[in-house]
C-alpha cells in the first residue's frame, strides 16, 4: 500500500475518533470537503502545511499522524 493511502486510513481514523464529518474538519481547518475526502482515499499528497493545520484541529500531534503512517508502511512492507 502507498504512503498516500496510508495516510489517508490514518486521516479517516482520527477523524472519527474525535467524531467529525469530513465537512466539520475541512471547516476547522479552511479546507474544502472535497479535499478532505481526496486525502483520505489516497488520491492527494498532503503538504507539511495541510498535516499540521489538520492535526490541530484534531487536538493531536503532527508527528503522531506521520508515526503511525510510517509505522503502517514498515508493517506493509515486512
Known amino acids: 500500500m502507498d504512503v498516500e493511502m496510508l495516510f489517508g486510513e490514518m486521516l ?3 477523524r472519527k475518533q474525535a467524531s467529525l ?9 479552511s479546507l ?3 479535499y478532505i475526502s481526496l486525502l483520505e482515499r ?3 499528497r498532503p503538504t507539511l ?5 489538520i ?4 487536538q ?3 508527528s503522531t499522524i506521520v ?3 510510517e509505522k503502517a508502511y514498515e508493517d506493509n512492507r515486512n
Open 12 to 14: 479517516k481514523k482520527y
Open 67 to 69: 508515526q503511525d503512517v
Open 21 to 29: 464529518s469530513q465537512e466539520e474538519l475541512a471547516h476547522l481547518c
Open 32 to 34: 474544502d470537503r472535497t
Open 42 to 44: 489516497g488520491k492527494r
Open 55 to 58: 492535526a490541530k484541529a484534531l
Open 60 to 62: 493531536i500531534n503532527p
Open 49 to 53: 502545511n495541510t498535516i499540521f493545520t
